[in-house]
């Protein structure tokens, strides 16, 4: 059986973004995570029956990582030595994308939930919630309020579902969320699911991205893409030699650690 914990802790696994309900179908988005809970187990279940199958389908992805080292082990010997890239270079980059370099506003969120459904015979859930603000005006961690009131799998984590960009929430979620100064707890927020009390505990507002923070990176791509140039200019040169250029486990350690002998 698939239990509120399992489906709490599959939900928890996802990125931030992709914790949210399709207000259009909540129970249908719930549903298709305990589906791949279900298959997650059936397979690991499988896999512990025919051990002989589960080899089978590992053996190629080893030789194929096999094949990768022996590349690679080739390449670090005959690779020609890559172009430095100079801050000219890289500044030419950050100058021509510039509209790349910005860091989008975020807000980092915390949230109870409390489900319609989730509360039989409370009626209107206006109660609790001004309980909830009644007790966090008067000094109680909204860490500890999530943890016992909230029906989302987030009060595990007192609340907290991260850093939120504003095209990650609904348009209407997102122009409350980012209207709310830092420690301010929100009006109840109602769907048809439920009411949301949010928290916005961290505030990072738009700006551009300085090129000496950008410059690692871009130095970084650069180099990667320069390298890639050289391997393909390589590898389109010597087919035949890539092609055969394979040992054996044993042999490998000592190619790696004294190249490929002439």
């Known amino acids: ?6 489906l709490d802790l599959a939900v928890l696994a996802r990125a931030p973004k992709d914790r949210v309900p399709d207000s259009n179908d909540p129970e249908g988005w719930y549903r298709t995570i305990i589906e791949d809970i279900v298959l997650d187990r059936l397979l690991l279940a499988d896999a512990d029956s025919d051990s002989a199958r589960v080899e089978s389908r590992l053996a190629p992805l080893r030789l194929e990582e096999h094949h990768r080292l022996t590349a690679e082990a080739y390449y670090d010997r005959y690779l020609p030595e890559i172009e430095p890239v100079t801050e000219a270079d890289a500044r030419e980059e950050y100058d021509k994308h510039r509209d790349r370099w910005v860091q989008r506003g975020r807000r980092e969120v915390r949230n109870i ?14 109660p609790i919630a001004a309980e909830i603000r009644r007790r966090f005006d008067s000094g109680e ?53 439920g009411v949301h009390l949010l928290l916005v505990t961290g505030i990072m507002e738009e700006r551009e ?44 350690a000592v190619l790696m650690q004294n190249g490929v002998s002439d």
Request: proline share 4%; hydrophobic share 40%; net charge negative.
């Open 209 to 252: 991205i300085t090129f000496e923070e950008a410059r690692g990176s871009i130095e970084e791509r650069l180099a990667a893409q320069r390298k890639e140039i050289l391997v393909e200019r390589l590898t389109a040169g010597l087919p035949e030699v890539v092609d055969l250029f394979v040992v054996e486990d044993s042999e490998l």
């Open 113 to 126: 939930f409390l489900r319609a459904d989730g509360r039989p015979g409370c009626g209107d859930l206006g």
């Open 1 to 6: 059986d698939v239990t509120r914990d399992d």
């Open 141 to 193: 961690s909204f860490s500890a309020l999530a943890r016992e009131y909230s029906d989302s799998e987030s009060r595990h984590q007192g609340g907290l579902i991260g850093w939120l960009e504003a095209d990650s929430l609904e348009p209407g979620m997102a122009e409350i969320v980012f209207s709310l100064e830092e420690g301010r707890l929100s009006e109840p927020v109602a769907n048809p699911q």
